[in-house]
């Protein structure tokens, strides 16, 4: 039988978190699901998983958390590094408060977090650290810029630790979902950039429609929680995991069709061209 595991999944409010912590729950593991509030977490505790309260921008909450794991668990085996929102809006229109808030939450957050989990995950050379990345890290598009870019550097450090942190037993999977059903669009709705006086105003429409994007076509959150626990919980997990749609075909599209085709399909996609004054019909043609 597989040793039971313990696991920390952070941002488990809703959505991905949530359905990360009932299927290791499932699964037989300790799970310890964690958001800002441990209230946000009563439907999770009543099926038996441990809420904790845990913000990942905040220190002093990181170290309290851990201490708790120590405390009750004296190891940790599988960390999730989920917690996170999305910012959109044009770059132009994004305060430095809003990127900073960006990249504290979905960048630094996670890397202070493994550093707080390390000392519970050294001793049995053997674990796992999950890194929830994205699609749009890879391929972003107009009104993405702040999400995409966080999401990009969550994979380069991923890159990073996977290789620093192999000679010690540690495992480092970054998924990079595409569409998945959640609450991520509604929340990300609350984090539109768009000044009053936004030269992208016309477009507000679009704009909104981007932060929503995820959630049209997409995978459950159950089975993409399935897929994730499934390769965590593997004796060698793989580096890199992509689920739902769009995980492969919108890569694709960055690697094999030129620059210009892509930066034309996107800004017709998302209107640019209306800024310019009117619509272009000389749309390049894909690749054959």
């Not at 009932?22 to 946000?40: D, K, M, P, Q």
């Not at 229109?93 to 900073?100: C, H, I, K, T, V």
């Not at 391929?139 to 999400?147: K, L």
């Not at 429609?209 to 004796?235: C, F, I, N, P, Y």
Request: charged share 15%; aromatic share 6%.
């Amino acid at each position: 039988m597989m040793q039971q595991k313990i696991v920390l999944i952070t941002g488990c409010s809703s959505g991905i978190g949530a359905a990360l912590a009932e299927e290791f729950h499932r699964l037989g593991h300790i799970v310890y699901a964690s958001a800002r509030t441990s209230t946000a977490l009563s439907a999770l505790t009543v099926l038996g998983v441990r809420g904790l309260s845990l913000d990942v921008t905040d220190a002093q909450s990181i170290v309290a958390a851990m201490a708790r794991i120590k405390a009750e668990q004296g190891r940790l085996d599988v960390l999730v590094n989920n917690a996170g929102f999305g910012l959109f809006g044009a770059v132009a229109d994004l305060s430095a408060e809003d990127l900073r808030r960006q990249l504290d939450t979905n960048v630094v957050g996670p890397v202070q977090v493994l550093r707080a989990a390390l000392p519970l995950m050294l001793p049995q050379r053997r674990a796992c650290v999950v890194n929830i990345g994205s699609v749009a890290g890879i391929t972003p598009t107009p009104f993405s810029g702040g999400y995409s870019a966080s999401k990009a550097a969550l994979h380069i450090l991923s890159d990073a630790m996977r290789m620093e942190l192999a000679p010690f037993g540690i495992h480092v999977l970054t998924v990079q979902p595409g569409s998945i059903l959640s609450r991520f669009g509604s929340n990300s709705m609350a984090n539109v950039a768009l000044p009053a006086d936004s030269i992208y105003g016309v477009l507000a429409k679009r704009i909104r429609a981007r932060a929503g994007a995820s959630q049209k076509g997409g995978m459950s959150a159950e089975v993409m929680a399935q897929m994730v626990a499934a390769a965590a919980l593997q004796d060698h997990p793989p580096a890199i995991l992509r689920i739902g749609p769009n995980s492969f075909r919108m890569p694709a599209l960055k690697r094999w069709w030129p620059v210009a085709w892509l930066d034309r399909k996107y800004s017709r996609m998302f209107a640019l061209e209306r800024l310019a004054g009117g619509s272009r019909q000389d749309t390049p043609q894909p690749p054959r």
